[in-house]
């Protein structure tokens, strides 16, 4: 889980530490749209602890109780993880600190204890990381997949489509540098600061759900590149810290969750784990996730 704070090109965790993500650790859809309309109810945030510190990435409801994330938001947790569907979760610190619920104790992560009575729109779960989750140390063995079984099912919210297997790979080169996927998650906006430095840079608030076209560049066995350019005419944005874990959606249906970014401003290359792959798919099918008939 380190990896995520000190290693800014891997994962895409973003901090939430004493109720504020951490500055300089967290970011959102670049050129992304606030989903104000709730267009990806299924999307929700999830929180959770890992050596007494609370992170949070994004997930995908794809089963009535069960949501399919990121390996490395997933992998070493303590207790359990949480979620929330709410597409607009926190504008401000202070309204983090009265919205966002914390454990008890943080060393043993969430307990069914911490979400009292106003807690009523978080859920919780048990995190699962996919056995050959290779904690990015083997690029051909990446698996950086994750689910969240929740205690109860969720009511009124419908659950995302995976691919068919190989859905990806009908859009190889040179139709993938014309093919956009669309990218969901719940990071905060890359902005100018008030004061200092005008450089861009990943900001700790709004916490919303956004979402963005990016553009394919290029495909392996594991991972879909993609263009996190959000001045590329030909889509939009990408996506960065906090945005770990969000699925990516072609034709309506889910093809990968976000895993890696390239730079420390979220700009320019996205790594994006397939779902559409048979190592994949086959561990999906364990929880009962399979693709839409």
Same mark, same amino acid.
């Given at each position: 889980?380190?990896?995520?704070?000190?290693?800014?090109?891997?994962?895409?965790?973003?901090?939430?530490?004493?109720?504020?993500?951490?500055?300089?650790?967290?970011?959102?859809?670049?050129?992304?749209?606030?989903?104000?309309?709730?267009?990806?109810?299924?999307?929700?945030?999830?929180?959770?602890?890992?050596?007494?510190?609370?992170?949070?990435?994004?997930?995908?409801?794809?089963?009535?109780?069960?949501?399919?994330?990121?390996?490395?938001?997933?992998?070493?947790?303590?207790?359990?993880?949480?979620?929330?569907?709410?597409?607009?979760?926190?504008?401000?610190?202070?309204?983090?600190?009265?919205?966002?619920?914390?454990?008890?104790?943080?060393?043993?992560?969430?307990?069914?204890?911490?979400?009292?009575?106003?807690?009523?729109?978080?859920?919780?779960?048990?995190?699962?990381?996919?056995?050959?989750?290779?904690?990015?140390?083997?690029?051909?063995?990446?698996?950086?997949?994750?689910?969240?079984?929740? =205690?109860?099912?969720? =009511?009124?919210?419908?659950?995302?489509?995976?691919?068919?297997?190989?859905?990806?790979?009908?859009?190889?080169?040179?139709?993938?540098?014309?093919?956009?996927?669309?990218?969901?998650?719940?990071?905060?906006?890359?902005?100018?600061?008030?004061?200092?430095?005008?450089?861009?840079?990943?900001?700790?608030?709004?916490?919303?759900?956004?979402?963005?076209? =990016?553009?394919?560049?290029?495909?392996?066995?594991?991972?879909?590149?993609?263009?996190?350019?959000?001045?590329?005419?030909?889509?939009?944005?990408?996506?960065?810290?906090?945005?770990?874990?969000?699925?990516?959606?072609?034709?309506?249906?889910?093809?990968?969750?976000?895993?890696?970014?390239?730079?420390?401003?979220?700009?320019?290359?996205?790594?994006?784990?397939?779902?559409?792959?048979?190592?994949?798919?086959?561990?999906?099918?364990?929880?009962?996730?399979?693709?839409? =008939?």
């Amino acid at each position: 889980m380190r990896s995520r704070l000190t290693t800014l090109a891997i994962g895409t965790a973003a901090l939430v530490a004493a109720g504020l993500v951490a500055p300089g650790t967290a970011g959102a859809i670049t050129g992304g749209t606030e989903d104000l309309a709730n267009r990806y109810s299924n999307v929700g945030l999830i929180l959770f602890y890992d050596d007494g510190v609370r992170y949070r990435c994004t997930a995908t409801l794809v089963q009535p109780d069960v949501l399919l994330t990121a390996g490395h938001c997933t992998f070493g947790t303590s207790g359990g993880t949480i979620v929330t569907f709410d597409p607009d979760v926190a504008r401000t610190p202070t309204e983090a600190a009265a919205e966002i619920p914390t454990a008890a104790d943080p060393a043993l992560g969430f307990q069914p204890g911490d979400l009292g009575a106003d807690d009523g729109e978080w859920r919780i779960g048990t995190a699962s990381t996919h056995p050959a989750y290779s904690d990015f140390t083997d690029l051909d063995n990446w698996n950086d997949v994750g689910v969240v079984q929740l =205690a109860e099912p969720v =009511a009124g919210i419908t659950p995302a489509s995976i691919a068919d297997r190989g859905a990806l790979d009908e859009v190889a080169q040179p139709a993938l540098n014309k093919t956009a996927v669309t990218v969901v998650g719940y990071g905060t906006e890359v902005r100018k600061p008030v004061a200092g430095p005008q450089k861009p840079t990943p900001m700790s608030y709004p916490i919303v759900r956004r979402y963005t076209d =990016a553009i394919g560049q290029k495909l392996t066995p594991q991972i879909l590149q993609t263009n996190g350019n959000e001045n590329d005419n030909r889509a939009g944005g990408g996506s960065c810290f906090g945005d770990s874990g969000g699925p990516s959606f072609l034709d309506g249906d889910i093809v990968t969750v976000t895993s890696y970014g390239r730079t420390d401003n979220c700009r320019y290359i996205d790594g994006l784990q397939r779902v559409d792959i048979g190592v994949v798919q086959d561990w999906l099918a364990t929880f009962g996730v399979t693709p839409a =008939a």
